[in-house]
């Protein structure tokens, strides 16, 4: 359920859900609250589902049972998230130049955020490059791009500082934190522990059977 409301404090309320992948009961009864200007890290052993949870919350799967309810300013473009996850959709032959603009068309935003988010990702001389000739961390960047590209209040990541260096980390960590004091939300799985502090923790294997 999405409730666009511009003076509410709540970003994302999740009740009773439940997931099941294959056979195997992952989760149950997880309830949680995320309020805009809050960073909450999903934590859990492998196999625990933050990955499965973060899809659910972006709309990409089904929970199995439970209910999802988001609050969206109305001035956010799109339905107002932003999704990281491992898969970064890139095309081979694409580049991040051709990609961005793509992606600021799909959402109907303004071609002009495009160069000035390249910049700050630290792709200018690789925006006319096919994302086949890109390095891993390169492709995140891309991604990460995205989220300047198109603003979204609340950012759903899965592992985002995979593949980045440290550098790019540090990046990473400046992108949360303008977000955050921007009043944006952030849900995240973290593998490892990132200079920039949760304010929250989410432990989804307490949900576990």
């Known amino acids: 359920m999405i409730n666009r ?3 509410g404090q709540m ?7 439940t997931a099941v992948r294959g056979y195997t009961l992952l989760f149950s009864g997880l309830d949680f609250d995320l309020a805009y200007g809050e960073f909450a890290a999903l934590k859990g052993p492998n196999g625990a589902g933050k990955t499965t949870l973060l ?6 799967i089904a929970a199995e049972s439970g209910e999802i309810e988001y609050s969206i300013p109305d001035e956010a473009p799109a339905r107002g998230i932003y999704y990281l996850g491992h898969e970064l959709g890139l095309r081979p032959n694409e580049t991040p130049l051709s990609h961005l603009r793509d992606w600021a ?3 109907h935003q303004p071609r002009e955020r495009i160069l000035p988010a390249i910049d700050r990702l630290g792709l200018t001389s690789r925006r006319e490059v096919p994302a086949w000739s890109l390095s891993a961390g390169q492709k995140k960047r891309v991604a990460l791009a995205r989220s300047l590209v198109v603003p979204c209040p ?3 990541l899965d592992e985002p500082a995979s593949s980045l260096d440290v550098g790019g980390q540090c990046l990473l ?5 303008e977000h955050l ?3 944006g939300a952030i849900l995240a799985a973290l593998h490892d522990p990132m200079d920039l502090e ?3 923790v989410l432990d989804v294997g307490a949900f576990a059977p």
């Open 5 to 7: 409301d511009s003076d």
């Open 11 to 17: 970003a994302l309320k999740l009740r009773q859900l």
């Open 55 to 60: 899809r659910m919350v972006a709309g990409l």
């Open 198 to 200: 949760p304010s929250r």
């Open 181 to 183: 004091n921007s009043n």
């Open 173 to 177: 960590c400046e992108l949360m934190t």
């Open 105 to 107: 068309d799909m959402h």
């Open 154 to 156: 609340i950012w759903l």
